[in-house]
């Protein structure tokens, strides 16, 4: 129900945009976040916007270089990632959370999104 893509080999300095696109149900009212996984290493948090995408949350280590959106009408958010670096390599998952009191700082804790999606490889060379 979430497809991620957008992901791609690129070079230090490059950017890349993400995308999920949510289909089978409307995600318009859920909290949307980006997470990443490298090799040997936990799933951690990138980033979340609230379901009108005018709250934004971001890790420290992507602050400042990327940018999360969304677009209810086209039931897909976006992650533009800047200034990328060979640490930023991972698989990058979109995440829909169901959580009506809104985005929080709590949005940082993957185990509170209930849906998602397959993921797609970024890989930044040096």
């Known amino acids: 129900q979430l497809q991620a893509s957008g992901g791609g080999l690129v070079q230090a300095g490059g950017s890349l945009r993400l995308s999920c696109a949510a289909t089978g149900r409307s995600f318009s009212s859920y909290i949307m976040g980006w997470f990443r996984q490298a090799p040997g290493k936990e799933r951690e948090f990138v980033a979340a916007?609230?379901?009108?995408?005018?709250?934004?949350y971001y890790a420290d280590s992507v602050k400042g270089r990327s940018t999360i959106s969304r677009d209810n009408a086209k039931n897909t958010v976006y992650l533009q990632l800047n200034s990328l670096k060979p640490e930023d390599t991972a698989v990058y998952y979109c995440?829909?959370?169901?959580?009506?009191?809104?985005?929080?700082?709590?949005?940082?804790?993957?185990?509170?999104?209930?849906?998602w999606g397959q993921g797609t490889q970024v890989t930044v060379s040096s």
């Open positions: 995440a829909a959370d169901q959580d009506y009191s809104g985005i929080s700082d709590r949005s940082r804790d993957r185990y509170k999104y209930d849906y």
């Open positions: 916007v609230s379901w009108s995408g005018d709250t934004t």
